[in-house]
């Protein structure tokens, strides 16, 4: 799976972060600066959940093509 | 003027949904049941009451207005007067900084905020202050059997925090504290609101002496760590923080810490004790507290609306807005659509996603959001576990007056079985 975190978009909620560790980091101002990054099946489900708790929707998926 | 937007709206145009609502719920009312009347007949609609304004309450509405802030400006300007934007009408006020400021002004003072209150300045350095300051104010009640639940605790706890925090002495900070619960807490007029009227002129002074401090310290080669110490020696665009700025952002800092997180508690406690069963489910599983702890913000929210300006034409859920109109936002009742959440009304206490907006969304979102986290998890979880068996009188409770702003329970008198204090006598006198 292919993740796209959208800079412009995050607002630092660190909600990703919080929800999977695992898949997220933050910059030191609490932003998710990341851009778009493949992930493995083993981290597809946490992946999904920083995905969804992202209040701001900045975060987005496609299947690795 | 532009003759155009003065003239009165007709009753049965429908892109202009007339409402009598007004977003100051009167004392003593339900302003869930009113908000949730509103979103469910005339979710976008135009209220009559000073001088006219929009009003937007539905999930997705509330949504694009926060995050559209080319749009939607909350900025001081002609309509706004020398009253605070996001206040409608303006709250005669001073300036909080960056709340009232648009790009590209606002974001060198994002900036300073953003890195004042990170993530993991929060986990490494805030977080043992909050805990700290739990225990502390919980052992000045443990042992007497009763207290109020926010003047005891969830209101001077962040007030220790926050004050702390931001470097004001800790004589001043049951003052400021009472002061900004007082305000928002109390009827408008009666002796409690105008005690901390004056309160707040005071501290508006306080922040004068202590920035002036901050400089002087600076000046000596001796820059204090605080916020106030931090905030006088910061840059903005390459050129010194002026004390007039940097007293607009304790101004925002006093306002967003003081008496915010700490309205939650009260609900949260409150609902509590009416769930004794999720009391149990928190105290038993601890990881719950991680979605818990958003769903109880959503739920009760602290903050019900935000007001902003249109500064160009535009449209929001099929209502033409035109530049110049007022508009306020109810991150509350975003936060209670049921069009959004199922089972709305409820605590449900795994609830995921949950993607309410109860800290905002955009560019001005709380910047305390993380530091609020924290300051909740830890108070209610130290109440549920060190007087487990606290009794609320429903009869005793009492909302906040006239609620534009502040939503909560203004006192929360309770009784319980005493408990032991957790912190040596030596450790209480440190502290303060």
């Known amino acids: 799976m292919r993740i796209d975190v959208n800079g412009e978009v995050c607002m630092g909620h660190a909600m990703c972060m919080s929800v999977a560790p695992e898949v997220y980091e933050l910059d030191e101002f609490g932003y998710n600066r ?19 708790a992202c209040p701001e929707q900045a975060i987005t998926a496609e299947p690795e093509a | 003027m532009d003759q155009t937007n003065t003239a009165a709206p007709r ?15 009167p004392d003593g009312a339900d302003p869930e049941a009113a908000w949730g009347g509103l979103r469910r007949e005339t979710p976008v609609a135009w209220s009559s009451h000073h001088g006219g304004y929009w009003i937007v309450t539905r999930h997705q509405d509330v949504s694009q207005v926060l995050k559209d802030h080319r749009t939607f400006s909350s900025a001081r300007n002609e309509h706004t007067g020398d009253g605070m934007s996001v206040s409608h009408p303006p709250k005669p006020l001073k300036l909080g900084v960056p709340e009232e400021l648009d790009p590209p002004e ?18 490494d350095e805030l977080g043992a202050r909050v805990r700290h300051w739990v225990d502390w104010h919980l052992d000045e009640i443990v042992e007497r059997g009763e207290c109020d639940l926010v003047y005891d605790l969830a209101s001077p706890v962040s007030g220790a925090i926050a004050l702390e925090w931001i470097g004001f002495p800790p004589e001043d900070w049951r003052r400021i504290s ?5 305000v928002v807490g109390s009827p408008h007029g009666s002796e409690p609101w105008q005690a901390a009227l004056r309160d707040i002129e005071w501290l508006d002074g306080r922040i004068t002496e202590e920035i002036a401090l901050c400089r002087r310290e600076l000046a000596a ?24 700025m940097a007293e607009a952002m304790v101004r925002l800092l006093v306002g967003g810490g003081v008496d915010t997180t700490s309205a939650t508690i009260a609900s949260a406690l409150v609902h509590l004790y009416r769930h004794p069963d999720q009391r149990q489910a928190l105290r038993d599983d601890p990881p719950l507290w991680g979605t818990a702890v ?16 249109v500064v160009a034409d535009t449209e929001v859920g099929g209502c033409p807005m035109r530049a110049g109109e007022r508009i306020v936002a109810s991150e509350a009742s975003a936060c209670w659509d049921e069009e959004q ?41 130290a109440v549920i576990e060190r007087i487990p068996d606290y009794r609320v009188d429903d009869r005793t409770l009492r909302r906040y007056a006239t609620q534009s702003t502040v939503s909560g329970w203004v006192s929360v008198p309770v009784t319980f079985t005493p408990g032991r204090r957790l912190l040596g006598d030596r450790q209480t006198r440190s502290a303060t």
Do not use: W
């Open chain 2, 341 to 381: 959440f199922d089972r709305a009304d409820e605590v449900v206490l795994d609830r995921f996603p949950n993607r309410h907006v109860a800290f905002g969304l955009g560019i001005h979102r709380c910047p305390g959001m993380h530091l609020a986290r924290v300051l909740f998890r830890e108070t209610v979880a």
């Open chain 2, 11 to 25: 009753r049965d145009d429908p892109a202009r949904p007339l409402t009598e609502f007004d977003h100051h719920i």
């Open chain 2, 221 to 244: 080669g001796r820059p204090r760590r605080d916020v106030m110490g931090q905030l006088v020696s910061a840059d903005i665009d390459g050129a010194p923080m002026t004390d007039e």
């Open chain 2, 106 to 123: 606002f974001l060198p003072y994002k900036r300073i905020l953003a890195g004042l209150l990170a993530p993991h300045i929060v986990a």
């Open chain 2, 294 to 309: 958003e769903e109880f913000i959503r739920r009760y929210p602290p903050i019900l609306a935000h007001a902003r300006t």
């Open chain 1, 34 to 52: 990341m851009g778009a990054f493949a992930v493995g099946d083993d981290r597809r489900d946490a992946a999904t959940r920083g995905l969804l």
């Open chain 2, 178 to 182: 009472k002061a900004f619960h007082d």
